[in-house]
């Protein structure tokens, strides 16, 4: 018979206790321990060995060809390295509202040409998700939906129409009856998901799970989950923005490095061909305080418009806000601009804006962000056609950037005819078409330097 008996489980990691305690000890979130009750099963002292779990030489491992499945989404498919993996398993992340449930319909329909698709929805009735369809202008014969919280019904409904994607809306809202607990607590949603996993490796079906997200941005529910999928993707954006960026954070079978970039319409998401113009301002003319950069994304190039702005602080300690930025890095660079520049801002409000709602933390931006508080404090604009790029030391020297080729030809590509880039990738540069040095007449100028002096002489003097 079984006994019960209450257990504190961690809603961060999944750490177990007998007692409640303020602070968890495994990965130290305080206020994250919640009762539940546990079934406390009885010891087995046999064990059942497979005859089919052998090890296995490596040399004698076949692999079977099985194609990457491409989903119509470009951009989806940069993320994932070339579009989707059979029998791989899918976590995606994201804010309430952010598109997620949009994402995976507007998937499903894309891949239904390619075989049966099975929607199952925690959070949805069926009819709900037919007036999505509607408005999302989808209409196909081979999408399944299921509207469904009981993990062994959608297997059982897997099982027996054997689509090639799985949609499983959300994991928070799925339970098993292998264990006792509400949906949503540590133990359903770890036991969930590793059920979903062994599915999709079973039945050769990919899977795409969402989930939810705290409010400090990370998914909700034990660490565990993270490690049992194959792919963990955020879908990030502003809600009342219509961009929204997708970001790998894992990913078994391609780079992390990679973005997506969308827009949200009226009519689902659509793939942003041309990105860079989007993380640039509408004004033909910038401002004082207004640098543009180049960050790379993973083999992609884009431009991004940084903004500085300083001004009197009413506070007896001035304040720094960034968006977009991360603030600790902002607080270096000004004290390196204040040192080793000359300029010091240090006793004012320094604001610093990165356009378009993206978040960059490349270190080559940081001539960029000193340019542009620079720029602000003296009241004194950039040439509208330079671009600029380079790490900056602690000692104000400004060290080469990886990739300087693809930034400085999707530059030239924009139309900006100058570069103020680190002296040392000048040489990098010199056979890329289109690239020229600082005697150059056609393409982009490139003038490398090698400290933040000689990058503030030349806002001096352009």
């Known amino acids: 018979m079984r006994k019960r008996e209450s257990i504190f489980v961690c809603q961060s990691c999944g750490y177990e206790a007998s007692r409640w305690m303020g602070r968890c000890p495994s990965c130290g979130e305080w206020n994250t321990l919640v009762e539940e009750r546990a079934v406390k099963r009885g010891r087995k002292w046999s064990v059942e060995v497979s005859q089919a779990a052998k090890p296995t030489l490596l040399n004698e491992v076949q692999l079977e060809e099985r194609p990457r499945l491409p989903t119509s989404h470009p951009e989806f498919d940069r993320v994932l390295g070339g579009g989707l993996v059979p029998g791989s398993v899918i976590l995606l992340g994201g804010d309430p509202g952010i598109g997620k449930s949009t994402l ?90 590793a059920r979903f996993q062994r599915l999709a490796k079973s039945e050769g079906v990919t899977t795409l799970i969402i989930g939810h997200v705290t409010k400090f941005g990370t998914l909700a529910g034990p660490r565990t989950l993270e490690h049992i999928v194959d792919t963990v993707l955020y879908f990030e954006g502003e809600r ?18 990679e973005i997506g970039l969308f827009e949200m319409t009226s009519r689902g998401l659509v793939d942003i061909e041309n990105p860079s113009f989007i993380f640039l301002s509408d004004q033909t003319e910038r401002p004082p305080g207004a640098a543009v950069t180049v960050v790379m994304e993973g083999t992609r190039p884009l431009l991004v418009e940084v903004q500085g702005l300083t001004a009197p602080t009413p506070f007896p300690s001035p304040q720094r806000v960034t968006t977009g930025f991360p603030r600790h890095r902002f607080a270096m660079l000004l004290a390196v601009l204040a040192r080793r520049g000359g300029i010091s801002a240090l006793s004012l409000d320094t604001y610093l804006n990165v356009v378009g709602g993206i978040s960059i933390e ?101």
């Open 104 to 193: 995976a319909l507007q998937l499903a329909w894309r891949l239904a040409s390619a075989g049966p698709i099975l929607y199952g929805s925690g959070e949805e009735s069926l009819a709900q998700l037919k007036l999505r369809a509607q408005r999302l202008g989808i209409d196909v014969d081979n999408l399944y939906l299921l509207a469904e919280t009981e993990t062994e019904a959608i297997e059982t409904r897997v099982k027996e129409l054997g689509p090639i994607f799985l949609v499983v809306d959300s994991i928070q809202t799925m339970t098993t009856s292998a264990l006792d607990g509400a949906p949503g607590s540590v133990g359903q949603v770890r036991e969930s998901a």
């Open 240 to 257: 009342f923005r219509q961009y929204r960026i997708l970001r790998a954070v894992k990913n078994r079978f391609g780079s992390t490095n």
């Open 362 to 462: 490349e270190p080559s931006c940081d001539l960029a962000v000193l340019l542009a508080v620079a720029s602000s404090l003296k009241d004194r604009k950039l040439p509208d056609d330079l671009v600029c790029f380079g790490e900056v030391g602690l000692g104000g020297e400004v060290r080469a950037a990886a990739q300087a080729g693809l930034r400085l030809r999707e530059a030239a590509r924009l139309g900006f005819s100058k570069a103020l880039i680190p002296k040392r990738n000048l040489g990098e540069v010199k056979g890329v078409t289109g690239v020229k040095g600082v005697t150059g007449v056609t393409g982009i100028e490139a003038i490398g330097v090698r400290s933040i002096r000689e990058a503030l002489e030349y806002l001096r003097n352009p």
